[in-house]
């Protein structure tokens, strides 16, 4: 008897890796799971609840993946246009702080309150992937570097605020002030955390995709990430571009902050990102810095933070889990990526 | 404003403190990129050092021990590290974040694993105090820099060594024409791909030792997550903004030793600058710092390029 004919749809070299890389760490997940003693027919199905169980558990699963494809989103306009900014951390952190200046300076406005929250968010983080980007103009400071150092940067000054200027009067914890009703983001589905944010999110997603796609400013920015005498020969500004893709990639940077204040904590709080900064930046290079691409990746990074809260708490299995499923499949893909470079060479030798 | 002798003493000896763990693994950044590898993991492999050296600590009694278990837990780190962005030239920023993510997962891991009873911990003075006889005795310096940990001499020396080897020494030279030009290098017979691996490997040796001291002498062998809080992205800074000199390392580290210090002096000192300023001012010190070098700077031409003989660079 024949077999009937199969359709075969060509997946790309790239993707066939990435798959593998989230294979072999979710298989590493597993096998730390075993060594912790605890049976898997116990743990998967606990995993899977988590993430996708019910209604609570998806809407957690997207508010886990929300900051993390903003930072992902933001972190891939400028390195698509040929700037290496690792500073998603620091823009995050500014954005946050951003999310509460329209309260402190005008007050418990009402309604208003939202969208003035949101621009500021964005501004602020704007701002703080500007200084890198003008640093870099005007002294050629490499961004890799002053990004990385204005992270830290932007931990210390919110640490700063909500330990002095934002701390309301009599307070003990490093926290502002709640925001009022006003300044906060609509939840989408009674009784869970799904806020305005995460559709927010997505449809920036999807309009960094159509502006890299499909615009002439999409079309720049990629020739300038991949060959900057190129666009100069065009007689294009490069140090426009550097300075337009910076600051529309801080102020993505920066929503995924205002978000997680306007839809999560509802307040400034120190130590709120424990490292969100650097998971986006993860999910972008997984994702190939692609924005499509960046939505599945970090909808991944998400489920595995639901899931290990309900490991953690169900089965007693430590949270850090996530971190390691995280961080393992980009080790693995930019392993696999750099070997691959090789094209069949022998590893330790680099003759051909 | 109080400055007299014994404020002036312990606010230098506190600095001292501060940066040895920073500087030991910036030394070790030093090397490593001026082989041509920029090993932004060195975040996670203090992390690897301090959780290696408490669990070294937990096991032995012996806190000596607990450093050196804690510098093998970095070079082992760095080696996994090493065998993807050396050998097998994955780009070297972004395994270096995946590293660091993953390395606060595993050290987390592996504090909830293998650090569950607190029982009472050894003393450390073997290892948090040593008295230089003689020169302890100089008024002020004495009390700043010869009253200190061991490890804070080794750091010294190890500066001078790395000083001494990268300038004077042909495994300096190599070192160096590595990173310079790998291509050159290897046409030169040069082993590029052998420099770079245990150039990388000696990184994590020095900052596992980092960050074992970051456990054991300043945190009195308690383990805490995710405790070296950007050191490792503050040591890269500073390998850079002294230029990849070693002997400059030690005196940069210093100086940003100082102004964390003023974190716990400055208060005594008069200074009303709330502490989470102070302790933004070594970015921001290591930011302008990098911004005045702007293009001068002599970095190492190869610095972050995988090497594959025959392909265009």
């Known amino acids: 008897m024949a077999a009937a004919p199969v359709t075969r749809i060509a997946i790309p070299p790239a993707v066939k890796i990435t798959l593998g890389a989230f294979a072999g760490s979710l298989l590493l997940g597993l096998a730390i799971i075993a060594l912790l003693g605890v049976s898997l027919s116990r743990a998967l199905p606990v995993a899977l609840d988590g993430a996708f169980g019910d209604a609570r558990a998806l809407a957690d699963t997207l508010v886990f993946m929300t900051p993390r494809l903003l930072v992902a989103l933001g972190a891939l306009v400028a390195i698509r246009g040929g700037m290496f900014n690792l500073g998603g951390e620091g823009q995050l952190q500014m954005g946050a702080i951003g999310a509460m200046l329209p309260f402190l300076a005008f007050g418990d406005i009402g309604p208003a309150l939202m969208p003035l929250a949101i621009l500021s968010g964005a501004l602020c983080g704007a701002i703080w992937a500007l200084v890198p980007a003008l640093l870099k103009l005007w002294r050629g400071a490499d961004e890799i570097i002053s990004t990385l150092l204005m992270n830290f940067i932007a931990i210390y000054v919110l640490k700063y605020l909500v330990q002095g200027p934002m701390r309301p009067e009599g307070s003990n914890f490093n926290m502002s002030a709640q925001l009022p009703d006003g300044g906060i983001l609509p939840v989408l589905l009674p009784g869970t955390r799904l806020h305005l944010g995460v559709v927010l999110a997505l449809a920036i997603a999807v309009a960094t995709w159509f502006v890299l796609r499909h615009t002439a400013f999409g079309l720049r920015l990629r020739a300038s990430g991949q060959s900057p005498r190129f666009v100069r020969l065009q007689g294009q500004p490069a140090g426009r571009m550097i300075l337009s893709s910076m600051a529309i990639s801080g102020a993505i940077g920066g929503l995924a902050g205002a978000f997680e204040v306007m839809g999560v904590q509802y307040r400034l709080i120190d130590g709120f990102s424990s490292g969100l900064g650097f998971e986006g930046l993860a999910v972008a290079f997984l994702a190939g810095l692609d924005p499509l691409g960046s939505v599945l990746v970090s909808l991944y990074f998400g489920a595995i933070n639901s899931a290990a809260l309900a490991l953690q708490s169900t089965l007693s299995i430590p949270a850090a889990l996530a971190e390691i499923l995280s961080g393992l499949p980009i080790v693995i893909l930019a392993v696999v990526s750099g070997i691959y470079l090789l094209k069949g060479r022998p590893v330790w030798n680099s003759t051909q | ?313």
Do not use: H
């Open chain 2, 1 to 313: 404003m109080e400055f007299d002798a014994i404020t002036v003493a312990l606010f230098l000896a506190a600095g001292v403190r501060l940066a040895v763990p920073v500087v030991l693994a910036a030394l070790g950044e030093t090397l490593s990129e001026r082989a041509g590898v920029f090993t932004i993991g060195l975040e996670g492999i203090m992390l690897f050092g301090a959780v290696a050296s408490a669990v070294g600590l937990a096991r032995t009694g012996s806190p000596v021990g607990a450093l050196a278990i804690g510098a093998a837990g970095g070079l082992v780190a760095a080696m996994v590290l090493a065998l993807g962005t050396v050998l097998a030239r994955a780009n070297q920023i972004v395994m270096g974040i995946g590293f660091n993510l993953a390395a606060l997962g595993v050290s987390s891991l592996i504090r909830q694993l293998a650090l569950v009873d607190g029982g009472p911990l050894p003393s450390l003075r073997p290892v948090t105090r040593m008295e230089i006889p003689g020169l302890a005795d100089i008024p002020v310096l004495g009390r700043a820099f010869f009253l200190q940990s061991p490890v804070f001499y080794l750091t010294v020396l190890v500066a001078v060594l790395f000083w001494w080897l990268l300038r004077f020494t042909r495994i300096g030279l190599v070192l160096r024409a590595t990173g310079e030009s790998a291509a050159a290098a290897d046409s030169a017979g040069v082993p590029v791909l052998q420099v770079r691996f245990w150039a990388a490997a000696v990184t994590g040796l020095m900052a596992g030792l980092g960050g074992a001291y970051l456990c054991i002498v300043a945190s009195g062998g308690t383990f805490v997550d995710n405790m070296t809080a950007g050191r490792g992205y503050l040591a890269i800074a500073i390998a850079i903004f002294a230029r990849w000199r070693p002997l400059g390392v030690l005196l940069v580290g210093f100086v940003l030793g100082l102004m964390e210090a003023l974190q716990f002096q400055g208060q005594y000192f008069g200074l009303g600058i709330p502490t989470p300023l102070l302790m933004a001012a070594p970015f921001v010190v290591a930011l302008i710092a990098w911004v005045v070098m702007g293009r001068a700077g002599t970095a190492p031409g190869d610095l972050g390029k995988p090497f594959l003989r025959g392909s265009a660079q």
